[in-house]
């Protein structure tokens, strides 16, 4: 089951569309995701390249890691999706899929240091649950104590 590269490939694809970091700001909630935010308060969705390439005055220095989490969601999705159509190599999808779970933790802190604001890093623990499940049995190393005679 979990050797499935079909398997691999849906799981790592909904965790890009799950949301990574769930603010609640006041009675506002916002959710980050891997393609952009979306805003209650009012509804509206804003794509990630808007967010960064349009709406750049402003934006505290923390938020960058959300940028570097997506671009290395991208590759770990893009090694995955690789399984499906010719070869992968876990290593790289698990490493990717961790590093973008790592990045968030810096999202997380840096909106919670901030009165008013709670932060849930959703996708960290979504994250690195895929690679545990899926890439962690394929990349750990063997037990040599049964080998060794």
């Known amino acids: 089951m979990r050797r499935d590269p079909r ?3 849906a799981a790592v694809l909904a965790v890009g569309l799950l949301p990574w ?3 609640v700001i006041g009675g506002e909630l916002t959710m980050l995701f891997s393609f952009g935010l979306f805003n209650t308060d009012p509804p509206a969705v804003v794509s990630i390249y808007d967010y960064f390439y349009r709406f750049t005055d402003g934006l ?3 938020i960058e890691a959300w940028r ?3 671009v290395l969601y991208l590759l770990g999705l893009a090694s995955a999706v690789s399984g499906v159509v010719w070869r992968e190599d876990e290593r790289i999808t698990a490493l ?3 590093g973008a779970a ?3 933790i810096s999202v997380f802190l840096g909106f919670n240091r901030r009165i008013g604001y709670v932060a849930l890093p959703v996708g960290t623990v979504l994250l690195l649950t895929v690679v545990w499940w899926y890439y ?3 990349v750990a190393p063997a037990d040599e104590s049964h ?3």
Do not use: D, H, I, M
Request: aromatic share 8%; net charge positive; no cysteine.
């Open 147 to 149: 080998t060794s005679r």
């Open 102 to 104: 790592l990045t968030q």
């Open 96 to 98: 990717a899929l961790a």
């Open 21 to 23: 970091t769930v603010l």
């Open 68 to 70: 570097s989490g997506v």
């Open 7 to 9: 398997r691999r490939l």
């Open 60 to 62: 505290p220095g923390f």
């Open 136 to 138: 962690w049995p394929l």
